[in-house]
């Protein structure tokens, strides 16, 4: 799996868009970028993935960048419900995961 | 559809016993993923459970082991524990086959493990 490094913590407002960046730069050409975030006291959640195009879906956008060394989630319009610690993993699809320890996101009124 | 399932959601032991953690995957999931997860720390593989054969496994001692049944349901077996084995223990399911496989996972909300 794909060393990942993110930010430690993050401040949002809320309603704005929260973008949370990861730099994975030994990222093979098989390995997808993983997005999963963990509320408190939670099991960790799917947010979205993608091998090289940028995906949108109901939760968040990715955006990867062209040499596939970095990406950002984006979360449009952030609300107090999106404070959690936020996961980019660079794996193969086989379900094995490498957690770092992540991004927390506060989002603030 | 139901999504996983974990029981007990917390228990305590004390070191030297064992503990059987159990974990009921989605509905259509056919692949079982357990981690540990300490406090403060990012959750870490432990073991993947695919066709009731473990299919990979992490930096975990023997004395970590477990089962998938044909219902594709799974078992964490912890012996001996030691007192840094308190954690949250999280299973997590996929859908694993020809054309099928995205590596999205499912977690279960946990058991949380305190060994005095």
Known sequence: DAKTTQPTSMDCA?????????NHSTISGNEYVYWYRQIHSQGPQYIIHG?????????????IT???????????HATLRDTAVYYCIGSGNTGKLIFGQGTTLQVKP | ETGVT??????????????TLRCSSQSG?????WYQQALGQGPQFIFQYYREEENGRGNFPPRFSGLQFPN????LNVN???????????CASSLVGAGKNTGE????EGSRLTVL
Do not use: W
Request: glycine content about 4%; charged content about 20%; hydrophobic content about 35%.
């Open chain 2, 72 to 75: 594709y349901s799974s078992e």
């Open chain 1, 51 to 63: 091998l090289k195009n940028n995906e949108t879906n109901e939760m968040a956008s990715l955006i």
């Open chain 2, 80 to 90: 001996a524990l030691e007192l840094d084995d308190s954690a949250l223990y999280l």
């Open chain 2, 29 to 33: 999931h056919n692949t079982v993923s």
């Open chain 2, 6 to 19: 974990q029981s007990p959601t917390h228990l305590i032991k004390t070191r030297g016993q064992q503990v």
């Open chain 2, 105 to 108: 996972l499912f977690f279960g």
């Open chain 1, 66 to 76: 062209e040499d596939r060394k970095s990406s950002t989630l984006i979360l449009p």
């Open chain 1, 14 to 22: 809320e309603g704005r868009a929260a973008n949370l960046p990861c």
